[in-house]
């Protein structure tokens, strides 16, 4: 799971390994508003999809 907006995404040897990009943006968790716990913690979502068309990439 990666966080949105990384600023070292780019350089990451494993998120990089995935050559699809629509791949890549399912490994992003998304922020949730509704998750969050105002002066205390952000939330964000991340669904893993086993398996289909729009699995979440793994190491096989």
């Known amino acids: 799971m990666y966080f949105p907006n990384d600023p070292l ?7 990089n390994s995935v050559p699809d990009e629509r ?3 399912r490994m992003i968790s998304k922020f949730e508003m509704d998750l969050t716990q105002p002066d ?5 979502r991340f669904d893993i ?12």
Not at 40 to 44: F, I, K, R, S, V
Not at 49 to 60: A, D, I, M, N, S
């Open 40 to 44: 205390w913690a952000l939330g964000y």
């Open 9 to 15: 995404l780019p350089f990451d040897p494993i998120f």
């Open 23 to 25: 791949a890549r943006q």
């Open 49 to 60: 999809v086993l398996r289909g068309r729009e699995e979440t990439p793994f190491e096989k």
